[in-house]
């Protein structure tokens, strides 16, 4: 998805520091801060139809980057818009540990 410009790992860092935000508010960063995101994307997948230009898509969390030289590590979201649901009929989500 990613190679097709139908997929994007991302941060939401406001303040530039380079690290996701404490979204939830509770001091930390960790993967509660990311399913502030998926809420979001459940939102837009609600809402969407599956189909070649559809919305609907899949999300995951990752609690670090995959690239480990990185020197600052912070969870991150993937979103990609697939256009399609997983075989349960759902929106396709998953989380890293």
Do not use: C
Not at 37 to 44: G, S
Not at 55 to 82: C, N, S, W
């Amino acid at each position: 998805m990613h190679l097709y410009g139908r997929a994007a790992d991302f941060i939401v860092d406001a303040d530039g520091d380079g690290l996701q935000d404490d979204l939830n508010n509770d001091g930390r960063i960790d993967l509660e801060d990311i399913k502030a995101v998926r809420e979001i994307a459940d939102e837009i997948d609600r809402e969407s139809e599956p189909g070649a230009n559809s919305l609907l898509g899949g999300f995951g969390m990752y609690p670090r980057h995959d690239i480990k030289m990185r020197e600052k590590q912070t969870p991150y979201a993937h979103v990609d818009v697939r256009g399609y649901l997983g075989d349960d009929g759902a929106p396709i989500r998953w989380q890293m540990d």
